[in-house]
């Protein structure tokens, strides 16, 4: 069973410039998860999607972040325009349905460096 | 709300020595508590869980025991190896859809 994929693996960029990252979750996992992990720091979660809706974003820097799930399968999240407090490493997970398992399952994720 | 509370490192250990890090939490309700590891450039992978009061949840030599009276989970093993060097992160789960809190990990080093 393939893991969940994330792109790109590293990116750099200036302040006020905008960013992309992609997730393709396991097959059949309707649960998507981002995290955002600073250096030093556990990862704190950023938007939570079930299926192609948000379940929950309340730490969603909404001014500049966002993130879709169309159809229901890849998400992306932007960040736009990003400080210097966005770097971090964002992590996205994925969690199988009700009757096969609760445990979330995380990509290898994105290093964003802003300058 | 909820918060997870470990020890800071890195924890630097000759190969063969005991291995504890201490995990302890604050939730409402009854949580689900995890161990993750994180090896270097990789992503976090579940090392073990338990669900429920005094359950013990164990894993490639690894152990912890959810001891609700303390609201602790600490990870031990009783003889670490140097591919066990990796960040460990101690989370907590309430409810089944709801997301996972973690701690700020725990370096560990081991050496030979």
């Known amino acids: 069973e393939a893991g969940v994929a994330q792109s790109p693996r590293y990116k750099i960029i200036e302040k006020r410039q905008s960013v992309a990252f992609w997730c393709n979750p396991i097959s059949g996992h309707a649960t998507l998860y981002w995290y955002q992990q600073i250096l030093g720091q556990g990862p704190k979660l950023l938007i939570q999607?079930?299926?192609?809706?948000?379940?929950?974003d309340s730490q969603l820097p909404k001014d500049r972040f966002s993130a879709e799930r169309l159809k229901g399968v890849d998400s992306t999240l932007k960040i736009q325009p990003a400080k210097l407090e966005d770097s971090a490493v964002y992590l996205c997970?994925?969690?199988?349905?009700?009757?096969?398992?609760?445990?979330?399952?995380f990509g290898p994720g994105t290093r964003l460096t802003v300058t | 709300g909820d918060s997870v509370t470990q020890m800071e490192g890195p924890v630097t250990l000759s190969e063969e020595a005991f291995l504890t890090i201490n995990c302890t939490y604050t939730?409402?309700?009854?949580?689900?508590l995890f161990w993750y590891v994180q090896y270097p450039g990789e992503g976090l992978q579940l090392l073990l869980k338990a669900t429920k009061a005094d359950d013990k949840g164990s894993n490639k030599g690894f152990e912890a025991t959810y001891r609700k009276e303390t609201t602790s989970f600490h990870l031990e093993k009783g003889s670490v190896q140097v591919s066990d060097s990796a960040v460990y992160f101690c989370a907590l789960r309430t409810g089944t859809a709801s997301k996972l809190t973690f701690g700020t990990g725990t370096r560990l080093q081991v050496t030979l």
């Open positions: 939730a409402t309700g009854y949580p689900s």
């Open positions: 999607f079930q299926n192609n809706g948000v379940v929950d």
């Open positions: 997970a994925s969690r199988g349905d009700f009757w096969t398992t609760y445990e979330q399952y």
